[in-house]
């Protein structure tokens, strides 16, 4: 039996280049994904970060998703609009407000994350077991290596 030999490419424009290549697909899948459930790919990104920060400032929520403060409030009120989340002004200060979730995102979230998880199923149905096992420890190892430059 012939053993190949792998080569491991050291080549950081090849990873770069794969790596936006994979990202390019997967919002391309996920676009059609939240379209189709009447939500814009930055609207489920306005949706995730409040799901897993909770009740925040739409500066901060700015922050964290790196858009202006113009372009989350537009979008915050047109998930405003649907009843997908909750805009409170602070009563200390009228010009902060602060964004929430929505009871009836809640009532949905569990549909639509369970939909997400087959989605990519689907998306990876092709991937052999080993394709699966390649793809888990090479993510793993590009965490570990991202992690350890903080």
């Known amino acids: 039996m012939e053993v190949k030999k792998v080569e491991v490419r050291g080549d950081k424009t090849e990873i770069a280049k794969l790596f936006f290549e994979v990202e390019k697909n997967l919002k391309r899948n996920m676009y059609k994904f939240f379209e189709d459930s009447g939500i814009t790919l930055s609207q489920s990104l306005v949706i995730a970060t409040l799901i897993n920060y909770g009740e925040m ?18 979008i915050v009120d047109r ?49 052999t077991p080993g394709d699966i096992e390649k793809i ?14 903080d």
């Open 57 to 74: 400032k739409i500066t901060d929520l700015s922050k964290k998703i790196n858009l202006s403060n113009s372009t989350v409030s537009g």
């Open 79 to 127: 998930l405003e609009k649907q009843e997908l989340v909750i805009k409170r002004r602070s009563e200390k200060d009228r010009r902060i407000v602060y964004v929430k979730v929505a009871p009836k995102f809640e009532r949905i979230h569990k549909g639509m994350n369970e939909k997400m998880k087959k989605k990519f199923e689907d998306l990876l149905s092709k991937a």
């Open 136 to 149: 888990i420890e090479g993510l793993t190892t590009l965490k570990r290596v991202l992690n350890e430059r």
